[in-house]
């Protein structure tokens, strides 16, 4: 016994011994000052909204149904079941920071670009829409995200059967967790094949590593899709028939993934580059001076190195927008910006071409440029994402003094009796009178960051609403079916709808409130 633990003692020492400290400080450094800037409000406020209204993880079947078992290991057993939100914020910190070390490595960043990648990465849309809308997943999110990134690391560095294994059962994890982030691991790849090509690869080694990352990948889901079986299997589930699920993939052939293949490439300029909530017009046109700064830079880096290394990189950097958007394909389009967090690995391309050795005053001059794009970038994002959290919080508020008012004069109803009568809220919250209303924040009304104008949206979120914000022991009906039969009853439509008049009453026994 004594032995092994001095082997594995001496192991770690070696690790530690190859890490770079420097790099990882300022990763770490980058990484807490730019969650805190943008996501602090999140971290240190409670404003339950949409799905975040579960509050307490109690959604395992839904994760074994949706292929991501993993998050049922994962919240009992390392972060809790309950959505904390400092805590949230204090692990998708580590996960964040660690990811920004593990990509500057294999890309070979300088730290500068390294902490502009690592911020870019904490403050995107993506992160923003998770924390305010699905509070509870963010910090799982940010694990799938390092096991994809990690799952790049083992195969790159190991380059044997023992890679291969480290790769992919890092790639299961991450594709267990939340499928849409193995996106991150298949843009690592091509940005690597970028680089290669620069440096003056073979075409047979060239050819070999994209290979051998495919196998790496087709590993990974292997072994994931095992894993999803066995889930199902011990648990007596079945797959959810969604659109953007697993059983999605099933119905995928060669014709219809060689036809979406244009779609993948214009959804993934038009997020980067269209208008929307959280993509104003600074923000596309600094994406934009980025992207014609990285054509400039491969043009520098590939001066006199001949057309093969033209052809190679040309065919990468091809590729390098369908790999970053795959899922786009995988789902027939039906995703949103909370599954493309790899969209924004794009920046890391200008980012690691201005890492290249050389001193010429145009790359100085263009890499300075880089630079200032995307710190300019993560000033935005992180005023954005403060408007976000500040319009989320605004419309739980909303919520929660409107449904404190409702519930005191369902309470008067004659014949009412708390914890017995069955509760109704017949109609559409979000779209109703019930709802947030203010102009002032209409970029995010449009739903880009998958935000609503109310924290109540549909039955669920009624049943969580009232168990875990509300501690309350109303016997409100949760079940959609039910409610849209109460919306239909002729006695409802007849009564004025919230907050006019009698928009409550009593029908047979259960209190109706009409919403809308």
Same mark, same amino acid.
């Given at each position: 016994?004594?032995?092994?633990?001095?082997?594995?003692?001496?192991?770690?020492?070696?690790?530690?011994?190859?890490?770079?400290?420097?790099?990882?400080?300022?990763?770490?450094?980058?990484?807490?000052?730019?969650?805190?800037?943008?996501?602090?409000?999140?971290?240190?406020?409670?404003?339950?909204?949409?799905?975040?209204?579960?509050?307490?993880?109690?959604?395992?079947?839904?994760?074994?149904?949706?292929?991501?078992?993993?998050?049922?290991?994962?919240?009992?057993?390392?972060?809790?079941?309950?959505?904390?939100?400092?805590?949230?914020?204090?692990?998708?910190?580590?996960?964040?920071?660690?990811?920004?070390?593990?990509?500057?490595?294999?890309?070979?960043?300088?730290?500068?670009?390294?902490?502009?990648?690592?911020?870019?990465?904490?403050?995107?849309?993506?992160?923003?829409?998770?924390?305010?809308?699905?509070?509870?997943?963010?910090?799982?999110?940010?694990?799938?995200?390092?096991?994809?990134?990690?799952?790049?690391?083992?195969?790159?560095?190991?380059?044997?059967?023992?890679?291969?294994?480290?790769?992919?059962?890092?790639?299961?994890?991450?594709?267990?967790?939340?499928?849409?982030?193995?996106?991150?691991?298949?843009?690592?790849?091509?940005?690597?094949?970028?680089?290669?090509?620069?440096?003056?690869?073979?075409?047979?080694?060239?050819?070999?590593?994209?290979?051998?990352?495919?196998?790496?990948?087709?590993?990974?889901?292997?072994?994931?899709?095992?894993?999803?079986?066995?889930?199902?299997?011990?648990?007596?589930?079945?797959?959810?028939?969604?659109?953007?699920?697993?059983?999605?993939?099933?119905?995928?052939?060669?014709?219809?993934?060689?036809?979406?293949?244009?779609?993948?490439?214009?959804?993934?300029?038009?997020?980067?580059?269209?208008?929307?909530?959280?993509?104003?017009?600074?923000?596309?046109? %600094?994406? !934009?001076? =980025? $992207?014609?700064?990285?054509? @400039?830079?491969? #043009?520098? +880096? &590939?001066?006199?190195?001949? *057309?093969?290394?033209?052809?190679?990189? %040309?065919? !990468?950097? =091809? $590729?390098?927008?369908?790999? @970053?958007?795959? #899922?786009? +394909? &995988?789902?027939?389009?039906? *995703?949103?910006?909370?599954?493309?967090? %790899?969209?924004?690995?794009?920046?890391?391309?200008?980012?690691?071409?201005?890492?290249?050795?050389?001193?010429?005053?145009?790359?100085?001059?263009?890499?300075?440029? %880089?630079?200032?794009?995307?710190?300019?970038?993560?000033?935005?994002?992180?005023?954005?994402?403060?408007?976000?959290?500040?319009?989320?919080?605004?419309?739980?508020?909303?919520?929660?003094?409107?449904?404190?008012?409702?519930?005191?004069?369902?309470?008067?109803?004659?014949?009412?009796?708390?914890?017995?009568?069955?509760?109704?809220?017949?109609?559409?919250?979000?779209?109703?009178?019930?709802?947030?209303?203010?102009?002032?924040?209409?970029?995010?009304?449009?739903?880009?960051?998958?935000?609503?104008?109310?924290?109540?949206?549909?039955?669920?979120?009624?049943?969580?609403?009232?168990?875990?914000?509300?501690?309350?022991?109303?016997?409100?009906?949760?079940?959609?079916?039910?409610?849209?039969?109460?919306?239909?009853?002729?006695?409802?439509?007849?009564?004025?709808?919230?907050?006019?008049?009698?928009?409550?009453?009593?029908?047979?026994?259960?209190?109706?409130?009409?919403?809308?």
């Amino acid at each position: 016994m004594r032995e092994f633990l001095d082997t594995v003692e001496q192991k770690a020492c070696a690790f530690w011994a190859r890490v770079d400290r420097r790099l990882l400080w300022t990763v770490s450094l980058a990484a807490l000052a730019c969650m805190l800037l943008a996501h602090g409000f999140a971290f240190t406020n409670l404003f339950p909204n949409h799905d975040s209204t579960i509050v307490v993880y109690d959604a395992q079947w839904t994760m074994y149904v949706l292929g991501r078992w993993l998050q049922n290991l994962y919240y009992p057993l390392i972060r809790g079941k309950i959505a904390a939100p400092w805590l949230i914020g204090a692990f998708s910190t580590v996960f964040l920071a660690l990811t920004g070390y593990c990509a500057a490595r294999l890309l070979h960043l300088k730290r500068w670009a390294a902490a502009l990648l690592t911020g870019l990465l904490a403050c995107c849309a993506t992160v923003v829409s998770a924390l305010s809308t699905y509070n509870l997943w963010t910090d799982a999110y940010m694990l799938a995200m390092l096991l994809a990134c990690a799952g790049v690391w083992c195969a790159e560095r190991w380059r044997s059967i023992l890679g291969l294994l480290g790769a992919a059962v890092c790639f299961c994890g991450c594709l267990a967790l939340y499928q849409s982030y193995i996106q991150f691991a298949v843009g690592l790849f091509l940005l690597l094949m970028i680089r290669q090509a620069i440096q003056g690869t073979s075409w047979r080694e060239w050819l070999g590593h994209g290979v051998y990352a495919l196998v790496s990948l087709a590993l990974g889901g292997g072994l994931y899709l095992i894993s999803v079986k066995v889930s199902l299997m011990l648990t007596g589930y079945q797959l959810a028939d969604t659109g953007n699920g697993l059983a999605q993939l099933t119905r995928l052939g060669p014709v219809s993934i060689l036809a979406g293949i244009p779609a993948v490439y214009q959804n993934f300029f038009s997020e980067l580059l269209g208008h929307s909530g959280w993509n104003d017009r600074g923000m596309r046109v %600094a994406t !934009a001076l =980025l $992207l014609a700064l990285s054509v @400039l830079g491969l #043009i520098l +880096l &590939l001066r006199g190195k001949g *057309v093969r290394a033209a052809v190679q990189a %040309a065919i !990468a950097v =091809l $590729l390098l927008p369908l790999g @970053l958007n795959v #899922i786009y +394909l &995988l789902t027939s389009g039906n *995703v949103y910006i909370l599954m493309q967090h %790899a969209l924004f690995l794009i920046y890391a391309l200008p980012l690691m071409l201005f890492s290249f050795g050389g001193t010429g005053s145009p790359r100085k001059l263009w890499g300075w440029g %880089a630079a200032l794009l995307c710190a300019f970038l993560i000033l935005r994002m992180v005023i954005c994402a403060n408007g976000a959290y500040v319009y989320t919080k605004l419309v739980y508020d909303q919520t929660a003094r409107q449904v404190t008012a409702i519930m005191a004069k369902v309470q008067q109803l004659p014949g009412y009796e708390e914890g017995v009568t069955p509760v109704v809220f017949a109609g559409e919250f979000t779209d109703s009178d019930f709802a947030y209303q203010d102009p002032g924040f209409g970029r995010y009304e449009e739903g880009d960051l998958h935000q609503v104008n109310s924290a109540l949206t549909y039955d669920g979120t009624i049943k969580w609403w009232f168990q875990h914000v509300m501690g309350s022991t109303a016997n409100v009906v949760a079940d959609q079916a039910q409610l849209d039969q109460w919306a239909e009853d002729p006695r409802v439509q007849a009564m004025p709808a919230y907050p006019e008049g009698a928009y409550c009453a009593m029908i047979d026994g259960t209190a109706v409130v009409r919403i809308s």
